[in-house]
């Protein structure tokens, strides 16, 4: 199956999920974000959340490569299951069917490996499960043995109203059996996500969606063209050509 012209990710197929308007958008109108301070705020968190749960695990290898060098991130993830003996893996790189991911910590257990994605939120949330999905699929579609999935979050009680990276304590929640559920059908929704990529934009009314189960960064945005029909007609034009040349 081709990739296409576009490299979908874990995080591009979550946001197809989340919308699909919002993958367009990402692909095809980046500069049409717009991220309020809260959003950032919990982005910079979630960072060193993530920084911090690397930390805590022992004798880690993280595959540090330039933020577009997936191509070495590849080859030094191929490698380092190649070595032995095993030893966890920070940002571990695979891609399948054009999709690729990086997983957060992939740990040795029972003669394969555990994958574990790090969340900065004080429970599992089904979007979490999807997220997680995306990763177990790619890696197992490479031929990497998934024996367990989890995800690590913060444990409760937890103040987002004044968040202290110090007082960070975690939690593991197996969620290997809840994901069978997701995994089934991420073979669909990449190639569902890829047509909507490769497609004209995708035309939906602004909702509860925008807002949740976070908000969109392309919010203002659609409420504009909404406001303004016109402004869609002006973005399908200007689209229409950077779509031709990469179909040509």
Not at 30 to 54: I, S, W, Y
Not at 150 to 158: C, G, K, S, T
Not at 173 to 189: C, H, I, K, M, N
Request: glycine share 4%; net charge positive; proline share 6%.
């Amino acid at each position: 199956m081709s990739a296409g012209p576009h490299r979908l990710s874990k995080s591009k197929i979550a946001a197809f999920e989340h919308c699909p308007r919002r993958l367009w958008l990402q692909v095809h109108r980046r500069d049409e974000a717009r991220f309020d301070a809260d959003t950032l705020a919990r982005f910079r968190f979630g960072h060193h959340v993530g920084a911090e749960a690397a930390f805590l695990v022992p004798d880690g290898i993280m595959v540090d490569v330039a933020p577009d060098d997936m191509a070495t991130a590849l080859a030094r993830t191929a490698e380092l299951l190649r070595a032995g003996p095993a030893r966890p893996i920070f940002e571990a790189t695979f891609q399948h069917q054009g999709v690729l991911c990086r997983v957060d910590i992939l740990e040795p257990f029972a003669r394969g490996w555990r994958a574990i994605e790090v969340k900065a939120s004080t429970r599992v949330k089904a979007y979490e499960l999807a997220d997680l999905a995306t990763q177990v699929w790619v890696m197992r579609g490479t031929g990497l043995h998934v024996r367990q999935a989890v995800i690590r979050h913060l444990a409760p009680p937890f103040s987002w109203a004044r968040p202290d990276i110090a007082a960070v304590r975690f939690v593991d929640a197996d969620v290997t059996q809840p994901l069978e559920r997701y995994l089934s059908t991420r073979g669909a929704v990449a190639h569902q996500a890829r047509r909507t990529v490769e497609g004209a934009e995708v035309q939906r009314a602004t909702g509860p969606h925008c807002e949740r189960p976070f908000t969109c960064e392309f919010r203002q945005y659609c409420s504009r063209v909404e406001a303004t029909p016109l402004l869609a007609w002006k973005s399908e034009e200007a689209s229409a050509p950077e779509r031709s040349s990469q179909t040509s």
